[in-house]
């Protein structure tokens, strides 16, 4: 069974830095793009990041430039590097797994929760 458990969401000051973690059980990794997605309340739940098995990445507009994310294949998992955020990022951050090619699947974690707030 694939799972995949966020971690290092919390309260955070405007201009503040966070990381978040994902890590995944159950496959491998390796053969998935990963991805970060967020929802606000009383909003739709919209693309932060991903990266592919051969490290592509793409971000959202409105996160180019302060955002980063990584994957660790050794450690299955993911990561989002939150700089500079801002109280618009105040979301559930979840994390995302899309097999690739002939690979099956798509795994949701349970989402983290993110508060910028001073």
């Known amino acids: 069974q694939v799972q995949l458990v966020e971690s290092g969401g919390g309260l955070v000051q405007p201009g503040g830095s966070l990381r978040l973690s994902c890590a995944g059980t159950?496959?491998?990794?390796?053969?998935?793009?990963m991805g970060w997605y967020r929802q606000a309340p009383g909003k739709q739940r919209e693309l932060v990041a991903t990266?592919?098995?051969?490290?592509?990445?793409t971000y959202a507009e409105s996160v180019k430039g302060r955002f980063t994310i990584s994957r660790d294949n050794a450690k299955n998992a993911v990561y989002l590097q939150m700089n500079s955020v801002k109280p618009e990022d105040t979301a559930v951050y979840y994390c995302?797994?899309?097999?690739?090619?002939?690979?099956?699947?798509?795994?949701w974690g349970q989402g983290t929760q993110v508060t910028v707030s001073s």
């Open positions: 990266i592919t098995s051969r490290t592509t990445t």
């Open positions: 159950g496959t491998i990794f390796t053969l998935y793009a």
């Open positions: 995302n797994a899309k097999g690739e090619g002939w690979v099956g699947g798509d795994y």
